[in-house]
């Protein structure tokens, strides 16, 4: 079969883009690995793509952010950029949230992410984007220019924690001090809030009373590196659909929720 197109963006050391990168190369996933973007110049990820010739970029989200705190005019937002619109669908924000700091966020990421599809459109038409450990929430901005047919999502994000639990930036660490007898992980694609997109698989592990956060993290780790590559090979086959879901709650009310479906092998 034909291969599928894949992006990257990563903000560290890249073991899921490791991981991915080998899947690649020995068959595992039926893709090609084109580009790799990280926010971060200099780190381990980037070296790991020029190991294997693939090219990359650096769109910095440092500089834009500190020159908006100084003086907002020095900002130049992208000319198709609407607030407004944004701020309706983002929901990476509670309702409670200042003003001044959410558009602060929406206006500095949308320019760093005007960057980053500037970069990403040069190596021409992308099937799947992949983030992994791409430390920046995406905004509708970036979200409604790549994902241009919304039942068919393309962006995938890998989750140290079983969603919808533990989302943000510590899954495996607030995983262990809760103290959960079980951890793991979770690929889902992207929506307007944080880790809260349609799940399209999951692992788990035991977690012992003699473990520490380390060996949470390291059995972690080893679980995400067969994940990631399981559901992107899904979806260069085809067999991830989206679909929406009904409840009807005993209380009379009505729960919705997109889900992912995964056809079997033919």
Same mark, same amino acid.
């Given at each position: 079969?034909?291969?599928?197109?894949?992006?990257?963006?990563?903000?560290?050391?890249?073991?899921?883009?490791?991981?991915?990168?080998?899947?690649?190369?020995?068959?595992?996933?039926?893709?090609?690995?084109?580009?790799?973007?990280?926010?971060?110049?200099?780190?381990?990820?980037?070296?790991?793509?020029?190991?294997?010739?693939?090219?990359?970029?650096?769109?910095?989200?440092?500089?834009?952010?500190?020159?908006?705190?100084?003086?907002?005019?020095?900002?130049?937002?992208?000319?198709?950029?609407?607030?407004?619109?944004?701020?309706?669908?983002?929901?990476?924000?509670?309702?409670?949230?200042?003003?001044?700091?959410?558009?602060?966020?929406?206006?500095?990421?949308?320019?760093?992410?005007?960057?980053?599809?500037?970069?990403?459109?040069?190596?021409?038409?992308?099937?799947?984007?992949?983030?992994?450990?791409?430390?920046?929430?995406?905004?509708?901005?970036?979200?409604?220019?790549?994902?241009?047919?919304?039942?068919?999502?393309?962006?995938?994000?890998?989750?140290?924690?079983?969603?919808?639990?533990?989302?943000?930036?510590?899954?495996?660490?607030?995983?262990?001090?809760?103290?959960?007898?079980?951890?793991?992980?979770?690929?889902?694609?992207?929506? !307007?809030? /944080?880790?809260?997109?349609?799940?399209?698989?999951? %692992?788990?592990?035991?977690?012992?009373? &003699?473990?520490? @956060? $380390?060996?949470?993290?390291?059995?972690?780790?080893?679980?995400?590196?067969?994940? !990631?590559? /399981?559901?992107?090979?899904?979806?260069?086959?085809? %067999?991830?659909?989206?679909?929406?879901? &009904?409840?009807? @709650? $005993?209380?009379?009310?009505?729960?919705?929720?997109?889900?992912?479906?995964?056809?079997?092998?033919?």
């Amino acid at each position: 079969m034909e291969k599928i197109c894949i992006g990257a963006l990563i903000s560290g050391g890249g073991t899921n883009l490791q991981a991915i990168i080998d899947a690649c190369e020995n068959g595992t996933i039926d893709g090609k690995m084109v580009f790799v973007g990280s926010d971060q110049p200099g780190v381990k990820g980037l070296e790991r793509a020029k190991t294997h010739n693939i090219p990359s970029f650096v769109v910095e989200y440092g500089p834009i952010i500190q020159s908006f705190r100084r003086d907002p005019a020095e900002v130049a937002l992208p000319d198709d950029f609407d607030l407004d619109e944004i701020m309706a669908k983002q929901h990476l924000f509670p309702a409670s949230a200042s003003e001044e700091r959410v558009h602060a966020f929406l206006c500095t990421r949308a320019v760093a992410e005007h960057r980053l599809l500037s970069e990403m459109d040069a190596f021409g038409h992308i099937d799947l984007l992949v983030l992994a450990g791409f430390m920046r929430n995406l905004t509708p901005y970036f979200i409604n220019r790549f994902n241009r047919d919304p039942a068919n999502p393309r962006i995938m994000n890998i989750h140290p924690a079983i969603l919808p639990s533990f989302p943000g930036v510590d899954g495996y660490g607030d995983t262990f001090r809760y103290g959960c007898k079980v951890g793991g992980c979770t690929v889902h694609f992207i929506d !307007y809030g /944080e880790d809260s997109g349609p799940i399209v698989g999951q %692992r788990t592990f035991p977690i012992l009373e &003699t473990d520490t @956060l $380390d060996d949470v993290k390291r059995k972690g780790l080893e679980q995400e590196w067969q994940l !990631y590559p /399981e559901c992107i090979q899904h979806f260069a086959h085809g %067999r991830l659909k989206t679909m929406k879901m &009904t409840h009807h @709650l $005993d209380n009379g009310q009505i729960f919705q929720r997109t889900i992912v479906a995964i056809a079997q092998p033919a």
